[in-house]
């Protein structure tokens, strides 16, 4: 049953939120009015009726612009792991490994070097030119005293390994060993096969290469002076990749190769990202404005649902307020005065449509003069209804009403970007609501991030509003 209490917030911490923005002075009266369903009768005359095929208040709706799990949704993009059942060459994810050896190299400039320079080397035709430099210039000195050393394997990016990785699992390729990705020091950069390992041998160990062995005998890790592990900075590569070009399906950039980062690679473009790698930081975000002053006068909009889709709406205003005046979707509902009671409320009998629908109060003095317009935004539906309240100047709280039980956290993106809580201060917020200046004002695109008590993306909303 949703009622009051289950919008994941008390009314003590709706209030607790609002003392964040000024102190208030309540006043009103309850005004009931039935407005029902599309295709209901029985409506108050003085009501416009709902035409068929517009939302439960009397107007057409605003529906979600997009609502699915964000990552069934990247499935339809389909790269790398489309690549698994055909082709047996890492050459396929040349564009997307050029990016990431890029990122690495704004990671830690430097510390990466070409070698396909060196007259003393033939590189094979899937063999990326690139070594850690301190294993590169090992590599020129160990075929300084003359002959051709024929490399059929260098750096690895995590595309590759990928690849290489499924191909051993499918028993395809001809691929008889293979490191899971995120773990083999091709990665970092510090490995390389040699096919004619015998002939190397010697002049590889003494520039500090060491020989794997009988198990995989082409294979020399360079652990000489200067060699430094690299497999995480290369799985933290591809995860700055990923975030910077799907701002709303943020993963965990923390280095470490997991099911988050396994499944975005697999979801991967071969040719690269439309934004590649970036060695100059984002911008930051601005900090907010100040909240307002303690004695700015100022105003706040609350609402709940019973199960039967019956809206509850009140407003928490200074003393100058005489009158605040409810519309939905651009049509009038009803009328709350000061003289008559607490807190301008308003109660609406509509239903659940699961569409999002505007609601504004404006609230006049005593002469009928505007002091401010309150704008909101709720979605009809009886549970994980999304919810943008208006608390005060350019401030409004973003938050889920009737979550349900499995609902651990929730995340805001405005245009993209993930918005802090002012309560909180964290964007990933288990109050399961965000309170944020919104500035500069105008038409922005929200994306609801609802994650389960595990941090499990669940699902994913996304729609515009215009603020104002």
């Keep these: 049953m949703r009622v009051a209490e289950s919008t994941g917030k008390s009314p003590s911490s709706f209030l607790s939120a609002l003392s964040l923005l000024a102190p208030w002075a309540l006043a009103a009266l309850v005004v009931p009015i039935a407005l029902g369903c599309a295709g209901s009768a029985g409506m108050d005359a003085g009501v416009p009726p709902t035409d068929a095929g517009t939302g439960c208040f009397g107007a057409p709706a605003m529906g979600l612009s997009d609502r699915s799990d964000a990552v069934g949704a990247a499935r339809q993009a389909l790269t790398i792991d489309s690549l698994v059942a055909s082709g047996c060459t890492t050459t396929v994810v040349s564009g997307l490994s050029e990016q990431l050896i890029g990122e690495l190299e704004c990671l830690m400039p430097g510390q990466m070097a070409r070698i396909d320079g060196d007259p003393g080397l033939a590189l094979g035709s899937a063999v990326f030119p690139w070594l850690q430099r301190p294993a590169a210039e090992a590599l020129i000195r160990a075929t300084a005293g003359g002959g051709t050393l024929?490399?059929?394997?260098?750096?690895?990016?995590?595309?590759?390994?990928?690849?290489?990785?499924?191909?051993?699992?499918?028993?395809?390729?001809?691929?008889?060993?293979?490191?899971?990705?995120?773990?083999?020091?091709?990665?970092?950069?510090?490995?390389?096969?040699?096919?004619?390992?015998?002939?190397w041998q010697g002049r590889l160990e003494a520039e500090g290469f060491a020989w794997f062995g009988a198990g995989d005998a082409v294979h020399f890790d360079y652990r000489g002076a200067g060699a430094t592990d690299l497999r995480g900075l290369s799985v933290l590569a591809f995860q700055r990749l990923w975030n910077r070009n799907h701002p709303d399906d943020l993963i965990d950039d923390d280095g470490l190769y997991g099911p988050q980062t396994e499944s975005r690679l697999a979801l991967s473009p071969a040719e690269g990202f439309l934004m590649g790698a970036t060695c100059t930081p984002p911008d930051p975000m601005p900090d907010p404005d100040p909240m307002p002053d303690p004695t700015e006068?100022?105003?706040?909009?609350?609402?709940?649902?019973?199960?039967?889709?019956?809206?509850?709406?009140?407003?928490?205003?200074?003393?100058?307020?005489?009158?605040?005046?409810?519309?939905?979707?651009?049509?009038?509902?009803?009328?709350?005065?000061?003289?008559?009671?607490?807190?301008?409320?308003?109660?609406?009998?509509?239903?659940?449509?699961?569409?999002?629908?505007?609601?504004?109060?404006?609230?006049?003095?005593?002469?009928?003069?505007?002091?401010?317009?309150?704008?909101?935004?709720?979605?009809?539906?009886?549970?994980?209804?999304?919810?943008?309240?208006?608390?005060?100047?350019?401030?409004?709280?973003?938050?889920?009403?009737?979550?349900?039980?499995?609902?651990?956290?929730?995340?805001?993106?405005?245009?993209?970007?993930?918005?802090?809580?002012?309560?909180?201060?964290?964007?990933?917020?288990?109050?399961?609501?965000?309170?944020?200046?919104?500035?500069?004002?105008?038409?922005?695109?929200?994306?609801?991030?609802?994650?389960?008590?595990?941090?499990?993306?669940?699902?994913?909303?996304?729609?515009?509003?215009?603020?104002?």
Excluded at 354 to 381: C, K, M, P, Y
């Design 150 to 199: 024929r490399l059929n394997s260098g750096l690895r990016t995590l595309p590759q390994q990928y690849l290489l990785y499924r191909w051993y699992q499918a028993g395809r390729c001809g691929i008889s060993l293979a490191a899971t990705p995120g773990t083999s020091n091709h990665e970092s950069g510090v490995a390389i096969d040699v096919s004619d390992y015998a002939t």
């Design 297 to 468: 006068p100022t105003l706040g909009l609350e609402w709940s649902a019973d199960r039967d889709g019956v809206y509850t709406f009140t407003t928490l205003a200074t003393d100058e307020v005489e009158r605040v005046l409810y519309s939905i979707d651009g049509v009038a509902v009803g009328t709350a005065a000061k003289a008559d009671g607490v807190d301008f409320t308003v109660t609406i009998a509509g239903c659940f449509d699961d569409s999002i629908h505007e609601i504004t109060a404006r609230a006049v003095d005593i002469e009928g003069n505007l002091i401010g317009d309150l704008v909101g935004w709720f979605e009809a539906q009886e549970s994980n209804a999304l919810a943008v309240r208006p608390l005060g100047p350019g401030t409004w709280e973003f938050g889920l009403d009737g979550p349900s039980a499995d609902t651990g956290a929730i995340l805001i993106l405005v245009d993209g970007f993930p918005v802090t809580d002012l309560v909180s201060d964290t964007s990933r917020s288990t109050r399961l609501a965000v309170l944020s200046r919104v500035d500069p004002l105008g038409t922005r695109e929200i994306t609801l991030r609802r994650y389960d008590g595990a941090d499990t993306l669940t699902d994913t909303q996304s729609f515009t509003i215009t603020f104002r």
